[in-house]
T-cell receptor, first 114, second 113 residues
Framework: ETGVTQTPRHLVMGMTNKKSLKCEQH?????MYWYKQSAKKPLELMFV???????ENNSVPSRFSPECPNSSHLFLHLHTLQPEDSALYLC?????????????FGPGTRLTVL | GNSVTQMEGPVTLSEEAFLTINCTYT??????LFWYVQYPGEGLQLLLK?????DKGSNKGFEATYRKETTSFHLEKGSVQVSDSAVYFC????????????FGQGTTLQVKP
């Protein structure tokens, strides 16, 4: 596998379920990100991790819980979500967090909350 | 705060037509500017970037020039193909070095044969 991979690609869950999204980067990068892409809204940064430490939490509700066990893996744990949380969740990674560093994106997980 | 504004879509062109997608930004200092492309069912791919004023980014026939005086980073291509049909996102990363990308709303391009 190369680049940034995400699993599952599609997820349907009820509001009382608990599920997790997984992201893995094979680029040797030190920073990882979660973004939310909703219809008709710009991409929203949710979380930033640098060397496994969370450095940004962009006012995200606590029903979203990130975890970064090592520099290659990033998880997003989901519980008691709302229908308005239905969106495409994108993971990205970059070598560093300099403003010249390019972020590389995975294909995303399409989440539907019923 | 920092922001990016893109022209509203969708943009529909015939094959071999000239493409311009406008992007303007608001930011303090000297941000880096990016164009990403999202093909159907896929994540975002970097198309090109520019990190300082007057830089021109280019890739796959696409170009964009970082214009500090007009705070713009318009995307252009001389002759589009059907395979260029996608959603294009303009983004900036400011000098705070937090890794935070600010995206525009995206512009859908449809190229017809």
């Amino acid at each position: 596998e190369t680049g940034v991979t995400q699993t599952p690609r599609h997820l349907v869950m009820g509001m009382t379920n608990k599920k997790s999204l997984k992201c893995e980067q094979h680029l040797g990068h030190n920073a990882m990100y979660w973004y939310k892409q909703s219809a008709k809204k710009p991409l929203e940064l949710m979380f930033v991790y640098s060397l496994e430490e969370r450095v940004e939490n962009n006012s995200v509700p606590s029903r979203f819980s990130p975890e970064c066990p090592n520099s290659s893996h990033l998880f997003l744990h989901l519980h008691t979500l709302q229908p308005e949380d239905s969106a495409l969740y994108l993971c990205a990674s970059s070598q560093g967090r300099s403003n010249t560093d390019t972020q590389y994106f995975g294909p995303g997980t399409r989440l539907t909350v019923l | 705060g920092n922001s990016v504004t893109q022209m509203e879509g969708p943009v529909t062109l015939s094959e071999e037509a000239f493409l311009t997608i406008n992007c303007t930004y608001t930011a303090t200092g000297y941000p880096s500017l990016f164009w990403y492309v999202q093909y159907p069912g896929e994540g975002l791919q970097l198309l090109l970037k520019a990190t300082k004023a007057d830089d021109k980014g280019s890739n796959k026939g696409f170009e964009a020039t970082y214009r500090k005086e007009t705070t713009s980073f318009h995307l252009e291509k001389g002759s589009v193909q059907v395979s260029d049909s996608a959603v294009y996102f303009c983004a900036l990363s400011d000098q705070s070095n937090t890794g935070k990308l600010i995206f525009g709303q995206g512009t859908t391009l449809q190229v017809k044969p």
